[in-house]
């Protein structure tokens, strides 16, 4: 995968258009990002939002949300309401003002998800650029029908290689190292296998609620939001076999494969206690099934992880903040030394808020001739890494900039994840989600 930016490409000239440029993504996000990249590539940044501002408006604006646009960026405003039809009509002439005619363009969707279909087709003439490619932010649909549906309406402008399908766990920086991990240490991936592996665990635990997305949020639910994009892509990173190249078609294809072969085993569902209080203050309604909390047990039909338990467990407002994997070894064969009591053996790869692994081992404990510890072998990012390394979006559009799409989602493995959570949701419709 690369990261990097030679020096021939930090003089490229880009153009960004930030479809939602007032919304969170664009404030937290994006510009901090922009402004990283600055310093390797020439942008120019074209921010479309429903706010009738002119430019001076927009740098205000972003002044009281305590973030700016840096002096090596070229920035423009255009105004555009999307639930008009014809909004985008004049955005083809702020572009021929940036001078991006010749230019590499990057359309970032980064508005309300109901809006993603009147955008994309509205964009027409401003997509006749050779040189132009879309990032697009999850939600891809709600069911397989949907995204089947969003995914005709994005190939009427675009091709297949020109869309980027943003998922930002893909750029943290322990997700997108595991397949380096795993194939670089061969003592790793000669156990990577169900001969030597009783468990997978995939944590993404949350301390907060929903915050404002209540009505998106209570369509979706937990498994949709969460299992559905962040948990089986970085579970397909796991269970893949090694592809034949490092070429992003070979991986993709290859985690294709590994989403193909999930089966269902098992599901709890919870909710937690003021859930129904925000959503009748945000929404008006009273009553939901929607569940913030979900257990998910899979198995995988491939035979190298025939037997291993996976189980794939997030939630909102629970006591802290942690996302991690675990992959959870064998305690047989034990020799001498050890017994079935004795801890096994785990690798902990540790995805927010720290970013670090650590290998779980059992020795003697110092003083004794019999009785056995465990202790941990620890990787600390922050011991190695300077402290600018790079954020997952920023990560993410250097990558769609160098038109690597390793980190990106393709379509196929969308169609295999909704086809998997489709048949859990239905399976699942009537089941009791207890409260906490």
Not at 277 to 304: C, M, N, P, R
Request: overall charge positive; some cysteine.
């Amino acid at each position: 995968m690369n990261l990097g930016v030679t020096d021939l490409e930090k003089n490229r000239e880009i153009t960004v258009i930030i479809l939602g440029a007032t919304g969170d993504l664009t404030i937290k996000k994006l510009i901090p990002s922009f402004n990283k990249l600055s310093k390797e590539f020439r942008i120019t940044l074209v921010a479309v939002s429903r706010r009738d501002y002119t430019l001076k408006d927009y740098k205000n604006y972003l002044k009281t949300e305590k973030v700016t646009v840096n002096n090596k960026i070229k920035l423009f405003y255009f105004q555009a309401n999307f639930r008009d039809e014809d909004s985008l009509q004049d955005l083809k002439k702020v572009l021929k003002k940036t001078g991006s005619d010749k230019q590499e363009r990057i359309f970032y969707l980064a508005s309300s998800p109901e809006f993603y279909k009147g955008i994309i087709k509205q964009l027409g003439d401003c997509c006749k650029n050779i040189n132009t490619k879309l990032m697009i932010e999850k939600p891809f649909g709600h069911d397989l029908k949907s995204s089947k549906k969003l995914d005709m309406c994005l190939k009427k402008k675009f091709s297949e290689e020109n869309i980027f399908r943003v998922d930002h766990y893909l750029g943290k920086e322990t997700v997108n190292n595991i397949l380096t991990l795993r194939l670089s240490n061969p003592f790793l991936e000669s156990t990577w296998n169900s001969k030597f592996i009783e468990e997978i665990k995939i944590t993404v635990s949350e301390d907060y609620g929903v915050e404002g997305r209540m009505e998106y949020y209570d369509e979706a639910g937990a498994l949709k939001d969460m299992v559905q994009n962040h948990l089986l892509q970085i579970l397909s990173f796991l269970l893949m076999n090694p592809p034949k190249s490092t070429d992003s078609a070979s991986i993709q294809k290859e985690k294709v494969k590994a989403l193909k072969k999930l089966r269902f085993v098992s599901l709890k569902k919870g909710r937690y206690k003021n859930y129904l209080k925000e959503l009748k203050k945000e929404t008006g309604k009273k009553e939901s099934s929607t569940e913030t909390y979900v257990l998910l047990q899979l198995a995988s039909k491939i035979f190298k992880w025939r037997g291993t338990k996976i189980f794939l467990e997030t939630g909102k407002n629970l006591s802290k903040k942690d996302a991690r994997i675990e992959i959870i070894y064998k305690k047989k064969p034990c020799y001498l030394y050890c017994d079935l009591n004795t801890n096994p053996n785990k690798l902990v790869i540790k995805i927010q808020p720290k970013q670090d692994i650590d290998f779980h081992l059992n020795t003697r404990k110092h003083g004794s001739s019999l009785e056995i510890e465990n202790v941990k072998m620890k990787f600390r990012k922050g011991k190695k890494f300077i402290s600018n390394t790079p954020g997952a979006y920023e990560v993410l559009i250097r990558e769609c900039i160098n038109n690597n799409r390793t980190l990106f989602i393709t379509q196929k493995e969308l169609e295999q994840s909704w086809k998997l959570i489709d048949l859990i949701t239905q399976k699942t419709k009537d089941y009791k989600v207890f409260i906490y």
